[in-house]
């Protein structure tokens, strides 16, 4: 297909880009709080099994206490407690399995590759089963080295489990309280991010607002077993910011559209705009303490901002749809804000009531069943070579297999670090593997010092070990999420500190891990040299699952403004925010794919302008469903015109997808001036034919970059 073969302009060298991410530092990640409530279910896990059994079953409790501490983090601004007890299971299943196949060697290693193989599936199924995936096959390299009866097995399994399950325990019951405080604070921090969207160029991006309303909306519907008296307002004041990031996007567009003609009607926009940042700063401020002079001054300030938004309508002299349309969503901003503020004295009356008990334990989904098997269709469909899934299970089936043979039948001390390395390090992309494998060594170089500095300057006991292994975790976890060098290197002294109670060669320890860790590392570079799967087709697939996402979109839609159906607001809700997911997934794809080398590289030119293209769409279609909502009427001359827009939308789709089919456009532009001709004097229909217009251009012009033509050109 044509433009798969174009490439980039200059960028930065592979090597500058991988070892710059592999060394990044995003002070943003740190998570202390986090960190010290994972460190505490590890150190107590570690202390207790001291107590009550011994070492050697201490050190496995504290591994699986340690696992899912890591998992813990994973999850964002909540815990991913379904994740963290699925990780446990399957930490569990892989020791018993791995230590009962330990006994026969070639069937040890069959299984592995069998087990490697599924790990390695598992991202296509997201983060979260990606994760068990990786730390099942981690675990059955570890602990696939103890060859046990199943008896044994199943007593090594019941102790890493035992500690798993110890720390989950400790995560929830930690966590409660903080989540209560922390759902007012991300609600705030929601606020902050639509008064940032509110004050910004018309082209900033969307995404952190919604990003910030997608933390929130985590920890007020997860599962919990305390209920509060202000959830329901919590709830409200939630859905009230999404009306106003909607609003807020669709005056972004607007904005970007008014030409100098709007002369002083474009400079009182702005100043509308600027005051609704100010008070949804305020709102921010307000939630996360209770000061009736603050909402005073909110008051005044929304009737100050009700008062501009009907002057605004009032004063406009270019009487285009672009103007009439801004004028009336400005002026509807002050009443969303003065319910939002409505809302924030709601929660504060609640102040200081009690928390009690629910009826019951509040769920997002129960259709669990329908997800597995929609998991089972989602692996189905990846069993394909030209899968990137396939491909990187394919290479765990091999090189994990293959380095776990090397490691047992070389005199390498602790040889099994080199299976879990390659595991660890292997990803399903270029920039992922090469940056997670120089970030791995750097990491263990600098964590097998601080564990040799410690024992030769401490030489530390039972007790001391015990503190150092805390404070040591508590360091890790909370650099989890900021550096994953520094976080290998806490990593590192903790394994060499926790190995140290059983055994008393710590500084050889420590050392053996180092050079398995070099040599893992190198194993899995080469192992992705051998097969590598490049992101360029990934990413024109991911630009074809955008369009699709947002032909979805639009149709839904139009079958409001046309009046063939009438979606509820719930519906339209759930597409906008399939549409945005798909293109935040896109950018990833695209700008992963920046980062590999020259030859392999997507086009950036063109998919930017591909982009930037659907992001006028994107922006029309907020402001139609908007103004759609109220609309007095429908506008039926805008059929003919939707039916080609979502055919034209199809057959873009295919084209980035590289699919056979038709390679022409409906003519939309035809079609548009047929609507403008036949569409009514109302301020609704002009709307609709001025942002039809706006869709027509962008999709004319991704047509463009992609060689696809209106028909009859």
Not at 164 to 169: D, E, N, R, S, V
Not at 569 to 584: H, I
Request: proline letters at 4%; aromatic letters at 4%; a positive charge.
């Amino acid at each position: 297909m044509g433009q798969r073969d174009g490439r980039s302009g200059a960028t930065p060298s592979v090597l500058t880009r991988v070892v710059r991410d592999a060394v990044a530092f995003d002070t943003s990640g740190l998570a202390p709080i986090a960190g010290l409530r994972a460190a505490v279910g590890l150190t107590a896990a570690l202390a207790i099994g001291l107590a009550a059994g011994g070492p050697a079953a201490a050190v496995i409790a504290a591994v699986g206490a340690l696992v899912i501490g890591i998992v813990s983090l994973t999850g964002g601004v909540r815990p991913p407690l379904l994740t963290m007890a699925l990780t446990a299971l399957a930490q569990a299943t892989s020791i018993f399995v791995g230590s009962v196949t330990g006994q026969i060697a070639p069937l040890h290693i069959a299984v592995l590759a069998g087990w490697a193989f599924a790990g390695g599936l598992f991202i296509a199924l997201g983060r979260g089963a990606t994760t068990v995936g990786l730390q099942g096959i981690v675990a059955f390299v570890v602990f696939g080295r103890f060859t046990e009866t199943p008896m044994g097995a199943a007593r090594l399994a019941g102790i890493a489990l035992a500690g798993a399950a110890f720390q989950l325990i400790v995560t929830g019951v930690v966590r409660w309280p903080e989540a209560l405080r922390a759902q007012r604070a991300q609600l705030a921090a929601t606020f902050r991010q639509l008064a940032v969207l509110a004050r910004g160029t018309p082209d900033a991006p969307g995404v952190p607002s919604a990003e910030a309303a997608d933390a929130a909306e985590q920890l007020l519907t997860g599962i919990s077993l305390l209920a509060r008296d202000d959830g329901r307002a919590m709830r409200g004041l939630l859905d009230e910011a999404r009306r106003l990031r909607l609003a807020l996007l669709s005056l972004a567009g607007l904005r970007r559209r008014m030409t100098t003609a709007a002369g002083s009607f474009g400079s009182a926009f702005d100043e509308v705009l600027h005051d609704t940042a100010d008070v949804l700063d305020g709102i921010a401020t307000s939630l996360k303490g209770r000061d009736e002079s603050v909402v005073e001054r909110l008051r005044e300030q929304t009737a100050h901002l009700s008062e501009r938004g009907r002057a605004l309508s009032e004063n406009r002299r270019d009487p285009s749809p672009v103007t009439t349309t801004a004028a009336d969503v400005a002026g509807a901003l002050a009443g969303q804000l003065r319910a939002a503020l409505a809302l924030v004295e709601e929660i504060w009356k609640t102040e200081g009531t009690s928390l009690r008990l629910p009826s019951r334990l509040h769920h997002r989904d129960r259709g669990w069943v329908a997800h597995v098997r929609s998991d089972v269709a989602q692996l189905q469909a990846n069993l394909s070579p030209e899968s990137g899934a396939f491909r990187h299970a394919m290479r765990m089936a091999v090189a994990v297999p293959t380095a776990s043979a090397v490691g047992q039948y070389t005199p390498l001390g602790r040889g099994y670090w080199i299976p879990l390395t390659v595991a660890v390090v292997l990803r399903p992309d270029f920039s992922g593997t090469f940056t997670i494998g120089v970030g791995r060594a750097l990491g263990t170089s600098i964590g097998v010092a601080i564990a040799g500095l410690a024992v030769a300057t401490l030489r530390p006991g039972t007790a001391v070990s015990i503190v150092a292994i805390g404070l040591l975790a508590w360091a890790a976890y909370a650099l989890f999420g900021a550096s994953y060098a520094a976080f290998i290197a806490g990593l590192t002294a903790i394994i060499v500190l926790l190995l140290g109670l059983i055994t008393p060669d710590t500084i050889d320890t420590a050392i053996a891990r180092l050079v398995d860790t070099l040599i893992g590392g190198a194993f899995a570079l080469a192992a992705y040299a051998a097969w590598p799967t490049w992101s360029a087709g990934q990413g024109w697939t991911a630009l074809g699952d955008l369009v699709t996402a947002q032909r979805r979109y639009l149709h839904a839609i139009f079958c409001r403004i046309t009046g063939n159906d009438d979606p509820d607001e719930a519906s339209l809700a759930r597409l906008a925010r399939q549409a945005r997911l798909a293109r935040s997934n896109a950018s990833a794809v695209v700008d992963r794919s920046s980062r590999e080398p020259s030859r392999y590289r997507i086009d950036t030119e063109r998919t930017s302008g591909v982009l930037a293209a659907l992001r006028r769409v994107s922006d029309a279609l907020h402001l139609l469903r908007t103004r759609a909502a109220g609309a007095p009427g429908s506008v039926a001359a805008a059929a003919p015109l939707a039916a080609a827009m979502d055919s034209a939308m199809a057959t873009l789709a295919a084209s980035l997808r590289g699919e056979a089919g038709q390679r022409s456009l409906p003519p939309l532009r035809q079609l548009h001036d047929q609507l403008r001709a036949e569409a009514d004097a109302s301020d609704f229909s002009r709307l609709v034919v001025a942002e039809t217009d706006e869709i027509v251009d962008a999709l004319d012009t991704v047509g463009h970059l992609l060689g696809v033509t209106p028909s009859g050109q």
